[in-house]
């Protein structure tokens, strides 16, 4: 090679070298608050609309995992597909052609006794579904309340698509359907409440819905049925074994997971409106969700755990993905950590691994916007090349874990899960426009099962006597 060869040579590599450098210190800009909520909700949206089981139109579970499909997710999927439309982020007519399909699945496949081979069984759905055909996942219950968040959803598509194609039509049609199909009465036990579940080859589960969870909204659309309605006394009892504890600022009925004071709440607004229950505490369920929130907050900041991150913006404990069911010790203490567990604190009982899940804070916006936000922008901007992607978050991180393999410290999901998108597209939503909780207080049936627990108050006394 002469001189001038290796000149240019060298030039060339020089180049390269400078170039590679630039690349690696180069770094994506990061959003301020109000882009990022913007980037947020698209990216959210799109999970929904991109990620879909399509020869059954159900939503899976997780992403990018493909393990089974979700009937809680899919109930889900139906708000989000309406808030894309609102966004336009999709047309009206991609939306109500995406549900119909959603819904003319449901509707035609199979129910009956058997263990294999069918959806479900009097209405309601097994849990998980399998990709391809929607039947049975291997041994899994016939969910009541996964059930439930499935009509939820259904019902907020009957109650959306209010024009007069045929499309729309249809999709009225079989929303009704599908719900009035559902035999919640079946699913009731001798003592005045519902079982959680059931299996073909053993009956039904002997957990029932009682104590405060996330079951409102299931235990609202069981009341409101014209065809297998459960008792209105089913109401009052549920209120009877709810747990209130705290002080006089955040006192509140109990539940540690934030998903179970979130998921009745992205559909039926509870703003103003009183129980018996809640009317002699002084409060309503928007409220006791708001003062769930901030005690999560306050836990996590104080840390008695001692995990690592946790801190005025870094903080929100439910039910999500961990880093693995393991004791191993960290730094002088021994540490408990799980795989998929409810999460979560209230003044009776923590479940805490050091395990963060976005969702926490984003179904919880609505409540409480003034430290959600901040919080998920904190997450974005401290962590997002590891937790932000995609489709918005990732399911949860852990920064004290230590991966005993690779001795790495930090453990961060590599899967988006359907039931964890959804509160945070539908609640930030909610929190903007009340898109869904508007779109919900023209649903008889909902309507109706608020009545009949005894809701009174707010938007429904005000509510004209030709939509009650």
């Not at 590679?20 to 959003?31: A, D, F, G, I, R």
């Not at 009892?237 to 006192?251: I, K, M, P, Q, V």
Request: proline share 4%; hydrophobic share 40%.
């Amino acid at each position: 090679m002469n001189k001038n060869s290796m000149s240019l040579f060298i030039i060339w590599l020089f180049s390269i070298l400078l170039s590679s450098c630039t690349q690696k210190v180069e770094k994506e800009p990061t959003l301020d608050q109000d882009a990022f909520v913007a980037d947020l909700k698209m990216r959210t949206f799109q999970f929904f609309w991109n990620v879909v089981d399509t020869p059954t139109m159900q939503t899976p579970d997780r992403y990018p995992t493909d393990n089974f499909s979700s009937i809680a997710a899919t109930g889900f999927s139906i708000p989000a597909y309406i808030i894309g439309i609102e966004n336009k982020y999709i047309t009206r007519e991609q939306g109500a052609l995406r549900v119909v399909s959603v819904l003319r699945w449901l509707l035609q496949s199979k129910q009956g006794i058997e263990t294999t081979d069918v959806t479900g069984y009097n209405g309601f759905y097994y849990h998980f579904l399998k990709y391809g055909t929607g039947t049975r996942f291997k041994n899994v219950e016939l969910s009541t309340i996964d059930t439930g968040l499935l009509m939820a959803g259904i019902l907020t598509g009957m109650s959306y698509f209010d024009g007069e194609s045929n499309l729309e039509a249809e999709i009225r049609v079989l929303a009704d359907s599908l719900y009035r199909r559902v035999n919640w009465n079946w699913a009731m036990n001798s003592k005045g409440y519902m079982s959680m579940g059931w299996f073909p080859d053993k009956g039904f589960i002997e957990s029932q819905w009682a104590g405060y969870n996330e079951a409102m909204v299931l235990l609202i659309m069981a009341m409101g049925s014209p065809t297998h309605p459960i008792p209105d006394s089913s109401w009052n009892a549920w209120c009877r074994t709810y747990e209130w504890a705290g002080n006089d600022t955040l006192a509140h009925i109990n539940f540690e997971p934030l998903f179970g004071h979130q998921y009745s709440h992205m559909f039926i607004d509870f703003r103003g409106i009183y129980d018996d229950y809640t009317k002699a505490k002084q409060i309503d369920y928007f409220e006791n969700s708001r003062r769930a929130t901030y005690y999560n907050r306050l836990y996590c900041i104080e840390n008695p755990g001692k995990f690592v991150g946790y801190g005025n913006n870094i903080w929100g404990l439910t039910a999500s993905d961990g880093p693995a069911d393991v004791n191993m010790k960290v730094g002088k203490d021994s540490v408990q950590f799980f795989s998929y567990r409810a999460r979560g604190a209230s003044y009776i009982h923590v479940v805490d691994d050091g395990t963060i899940a976005p969702t926490a804070a984003g179904g919880s916006i609505p409540f409480a916007p003034e430290i959600c936000i901040p919080a998920l922008h904190a997450m974005y901007t401290q962590y997002g090349e590891h937790i932000y992607k995609e489709y918005g978050f990732v399911d949860a991180f852990n920064l004290t874990y230590i991966n005993p393999l690779t001795n790495v410290k930090g453990w961060y999901d590599p899967d988006y899960l359907g039931i964890d998108q959804g509160p945070i597209l539908i609640q930030l939503e909610n929190m903007q426009t009340g898109l869904i909780w508007n779109i919900l207080k023209k649903n008889p049936y909902i309507i109706s099962g608020l009545q009949k627990a005894g809701f009174k108050g707010g938007w429904l006394d005000k509510l004209p006597q030709k939509d009650i």
